[in-house]
């Protein structure tokens, strides 16, 4: 079971920046996507970004391109997602992943992933 832990949340304004961090102790995230998903008050969860490290696939939901960026620091065991431009829509708890790939990819990650097993997360709160 891979332990990650999610941080970097905060209280932010409509138009500000955040960047998310999620810690993946003790192993290499070369040969897995990780990836980030949240969960909007009342709503299911979705995924909004995910990233084949090794191959370097990416997937976007509508709702995040262009304003979002998934990275990772593989000599950290650190994934980031820079969130810029953020709307009262992105209030969330923001979840991280990370599953080998193969058989994993990116698209199906993000797209189709669903488990009971998840981290606290981070709450994000943008508000005027």
């Known amino acids: 079971q891979v332990s990650l832990v999610e941080s970097g949340g905060g209280l932010v304004q409509p138009g500000d920046s955040l960047r998310l961090s999620c810690a993946a102790s003790?192993?290499?995230?070369?040969?897995?996507?990780v990836g980030w998903f949240r969960q909007a008050p009342g709503k299911e969860r979705e995924g909004i970004t995910c990233?084949?490290?090794?191959?370097?696939?990416?997937y976007y939901s509508d709702s995040v391109k262009g304003r979002f960026t998934i990275s990772t620091d593989n000599a950290k065991h650190m994934v980031y997602l820079q969130m810029n431009s953020l709307t009262p829509d992105d209030t969330a708890v923001y979840y991280c992943?990370?599953?080998?790939?193969?058989?994993?990819?990116?698209?199906?990650?993000?797209?189709?992933?669903?488990?009971?097993?998840w981290g606290r997360g981070t709450q994000v709160t943008v508000s005027s």
């Open positions: 992943t990370a599953l080998p790939a193969p058989p994993f990819t990116a698209h199906r990650v993000c797209l189709y992933y669903q488990t009971n097993s």
């Open positions: 003790e192993f290499s995230l070369d040969g897995y996507v």
């Open positions: 990233l084949d490290v090794r191959g370097g696939t990416t």
